[in-house]
Nanobody, 121 residues
């Protein structure tokens, strides 16, 4: 069984920082792209940032220069460092990962349960 476990959400004032973590638990897997998405109330889920297994990154325009995604392949963990937070960053943040199940030889996309980030003005 493969699962993602997220941590690090919470309440912060505008201008503050938070760091989200997401660890993949599972055996006999190869992790490709990992990413963070978010969904604000009444809005669609959107990509925030993603990082490939090789370290290439991409960001939503709204977070460029403020958020940094990174990963530790040895720990099967992806991080999202969020600085200069704004009230409009308030959302549930979801981690996801694209995996290859090595025994079955098939690809799988998995999602975390979400962690709430609230930025007060």
């Amino acid at each position: 069984q493969v699962q993602l476990v997220e941590s690090g959400g919470g309440l912060v004032q505008a201008g503050g920082s938070l760091r989200l973590s997401c660890e993949v638990y599972g055996r006999r897997i190869s992790i490709n792209t990992m990413g963070w998405h978010r969904q604000a109330p009444g809005k669609q889920r959107e990509l925030v940032a993603a990082v490939t297994s090789g370290g290439s990154t991409n960001y939503a325009d709204s977070v460029k220069g403020r958020f940094t995604i990174s990963r530790d392949n040895a720990k099967n963990t992806v991080y999202l460092q969020m600085n200069s937070l704004k009230p409009e960053d308030t959302a549930v943040y979801y981690c996801n990962a694209d995996l290859l199940l090595l025994i079955e030889g098939r690809y799988l996309e998995i999602w975390g349960q979400g962690t709430l980030v609230t930025v007060s003005s």
